[in-house]
């Protein structure tokens, strides 16, 4: 994993003299949700405050004629706030629990030889920003645990216009889960690293929507087949052979100046965490920023 990643660093420095610029897009948001009532108040509602704070980003280069780069960046923190009421009548507020949590970086090299697909291999890191698995042991983490994937393999893109780009990409991948000051029974510290492989299958949507209002909709599947495991001997059971599914939607509108909606839906399942699918979805008004 490290010499992939310092060979990545040396081909951005070395085709960085002759690239020309970047091409960036890149929007923050910021949402917002608040109810509040009056000590007398009459029903059984409490007050509660929520917030989600999100940033997507991507820069994107043809570093020579026969190379194109493609950086994405997916940074996303939520926490809820809810008011409990004692066995004595009392108000008072619960500690903020995590709503959403996630950090995902990608780099992507494609070899544009002018063919029906091109050869590609990418770098993606994803955590998120606190783990709270061991808060019962006062062992809170930070950027734990991190998934490391190296894939290579053929792509194509499909649809490349101004308002929409589609393309997918099947390569083979390795995957890394680094899970770090893991404690155990005895309250020890130690890192778990478990390596797998297998086929890494990804297809992307962007889609500039400008009626009736200004939006923004992003799709993302991924689907991942394990064909080997570094601990399949110490699993209690095969799950891990299972494939892995997410798929991840946004939709970003511009309400006016500053104001925007935003929706978004996911699905996703992962036979080692829940038998079954699960899923997510959020929708608030909001804050948000088009850097570029």
Excluded at 37 to 54: P, Q, Y
Excluded at 65 to 84: C, E, P, S, Y
Excluded at 164 to 191: H, P
Aim: hydrophobic share 40%; net charge negative.
């Amino acid at each position: 994993m490290k010499k992939t990643l310092i060979i990545m660093s040396l081909l951005i420095l070395a085709c960085a003299v002759y690239a020309e610029g970047w091409s960036t897009d890149a929007d923050i948001s910021l949402t917002l949700s608040q109810s509040a009532f009056s000590e007398n108040w009459a029903g059984t509602e409490l007050s509660n405050i929520s917030w989600l704070a999100n940033a997507n980003a991507s820069a994107e280069k043809q570093m020579k004629d026969w190379l194109h780069n493609r950086n994405t960046m997916k940074l996303a923190f939520g926490q809820t706030h809810l008011q409990k009421t004692n066995s004595l009548g009392d108000k008072y507020w619960e500690a903020p629990e995590k709503s959403t949590d996630k950090i995902d970086l990608e780099s992507l090299w494609r070899f544009t030889l002018q063919t029906w697909v091109d050869p590609f291999m990418a770098g993606r890191l994803e955590s998120q920003f606190l783990d709270l698995s061991q808060e019962d042991k006062d062992n809170t983490r930070f950027v734990n645990p991190m998934l490391f994937t190296e894939t290579a393999g053929i792509m194509r893109t499909f649809i490349d216009t101004e308002s929409m780009k589609f393309d997918s990409r099947l390569g083979a991948a390795f995957r890394q889960n680094v899970n770090r000051d893991q404690m155990d029974l005895a309250l020890n510290k130690e890192t778990i690293t478990t390596l797998d492989g297998g086929l890494e299958f990804v297809s992307e949507l962007k889609k500039q929507i400008n009626a009736p209002l200004q939006s923004t909709f992003r799709s993302r599947l991924q689907v991942y087949q394990a064909v080997f495991n570094s601990k399949e001997d110490d699993l209690p059971n095969d799950d891990w052979k299972s494939p892995d599914m997410v798929w991840e939607n946004t939709l970003t509108t511009k309400l006016f100046g500053l104001i925007s909606a935003n929706l978004l839906f996911e699905m996703r399942y992962d036979k080692e965490q829940v038998h079954e699918m699960q899923w997510k979805q959020m929708l608030g008004l909001g804050l948000s920023y088009n850097l570029f």
